[in-house]
Nanobody, 120 residues
Framework: QVQLVESGGGLVQPGGSLRLSCAAS????????MGWYRQAPGKQRELVAT???????NYADSVKGRFTISRDNAKNTMYLQMNSLKPEDTAVYYC??????????????WGQGTQVTVSS
């Protein structure tokens, strides 16, 4: 089992910045991928960014150039630095984790989410 706890959400004005954190604990496998997803009211959950244990990253087009995903493997913690925030970034942000075993993936674990609201 893996437990994920997000933090760092809040209310910010358009153009502002926030930094989200996701702390993982439990049975963490060294080869894995973690990611940030978000879900706005009335919309489906969507990918924001992902990062592997090796440092490879992937971003949704809507956040490229504004958001930066990173991780500290020693602390089993992932981050999302969000700059130039827009009202359309308002959503509940979730982190996830899954381990890589050879050519297959283990189950996906999710955090409880943290609310990000961008409004003046």
């Amino acid at each position: 089992q893996v437990q994920l706890v997000e933090s760092g959400g809040g209310l910010v004005q358009p153009g502002g910045s926030l930094r989200l954190s996701c702390a993982a604990s439990g049975s963490i496998f060294s080869i894995n991928a973690m990611g940030w997803y978000r879900q706005a009211p009335g919309k489906q959950r969507e990918l924001v960014a992902t990062i592997t244990s090796g440092g490879s990253t992937n971003y949704a087009d809507s956040v490229k150039g504004r958001f930066t995903i990173s991780r500290d493997n020693a602390k089993n913690t992932m981050y999302l630095q969000m700059n130039s925030l827009k009202p359309e970034d308002t959503a509940v942000y979730y982190c996830n984790y899954r381990a890589r075993y050879g050519s297959s993936w283990g189950p996906t674990y999710w955090g409880q989410g943290t609310q990000v609201t961008v409004s003046s």
